[in-house]
């Protein structure tokens, strides 16, 4: 089947400027997590969604930083009054939920601003 | 917090050398711990996991095994090939999150 796919690959914006990160979990997998991977850093948490729960939102670094699901699939991170320091690869997983479970991941969007 | 430590890079080595890269983690819980790879252009995924003390994972000649006592998951392969080339990240998920070492990236030359 489909695996998870994000969208836009690539996203090139200027400071200030919001942008919307769009990820499609592999079909049924209840779990979906957001992830930024800065060059030559580690992955770093940002959002987890579970079903219909709240989300955590523990890894957020800022409040110009949300994400939303919507019908418990798609989800949509969105970057307000972007700085250059968001330049990052954001990469999306989903899981079927447990903490044990494989998370599988997406390509990831390299977001560039400038 | 929940976190987890890695073997800094790069890590290069001979094909058919010994590998070892070094994991441990902090944890209030009881974590389940995987190891990801990342292969050259190509998005992570999942290499080997372990969810409870002294599981032992295993895939592709690649070894962890969950050592509560000294808190690590130190990944091993005995004869490590041109394709294993890759980075590879440790984590650890507890509850509800995923903690993601930095990353080891390992290089093999033939």
């Known amino acids: 089947g489909a695996g998870v796919s994000q969208s836009p690959s690539n996203k090139v914006t200027e400071k200030g400027k919001d942008v919307e990160l769009r990820c499609d979990p592999i079909s049924g997998h209840t779990a979906l997590y957001w992830y930024r991977q800065s060059l030559g850093q580690g992955l770093e948490f940002l959002i987890y969604?579970?079903?219909?729960?709240?989300?955590?939102k523990s890894g957020l670094p800022s409040d110009r930083f949300s994400a939303e699901r919507t019908g418990g699939s798609v989800s949509t991170l969105t970057i307000q009054r972007t700085q250059q320091e968001d330049s990052a690869v954001y990469l999306c997983?989903?899981?079927?939920?447990?903490?044990?479970?494989?998370?599988?991941f997406g390509p990831g969007t390299r977001l560039t601003v400038l | 917090g929940d976190s987890v430590t890695q073997m800094e890079g790069p890590v290069t080595l001979s094909e058919e050398a010994f590998l070892t890269i070094n994991c441990t983690y902090t944890?209030?819980?009881?974590?389940?711990l995987f190891w990801y790879v990342q292969y050259p252009g190509e998005g992570l995924q999942l290499l080997l996991k372990?969810?409870?003390?002294?599981d032992k994972g295993s895939n592709k000649g690649f070894e962890a095994t969950y050592r509560k006592e000294t808190t690590s998951f130190h990944l091993e392969k005995g004869s490590v090939q041109v394709s294993d080339s890759a980075v590879y990240f440790c984590?650890?998920?507890?509850?509800?999150?995923?903690?993601f070492g930095a990353g080891t990236r390992l290089t093999v030359k033939p």
């Open positions: 944890a209030t819980g009881y974590p389940s």
């Open positions: 997983a989903s899981s079927r939920g447990y903490s044990y479970n494989e998370q599988f």
């Open positions: 969604f579970q079903g219909n729960s709240a989300p955590d």
């Open positions: 984590a650890l998920s507890d509850r509800n999150d995923m903690r």
């Open positions: 372990a969810t409870k003390a002294d």
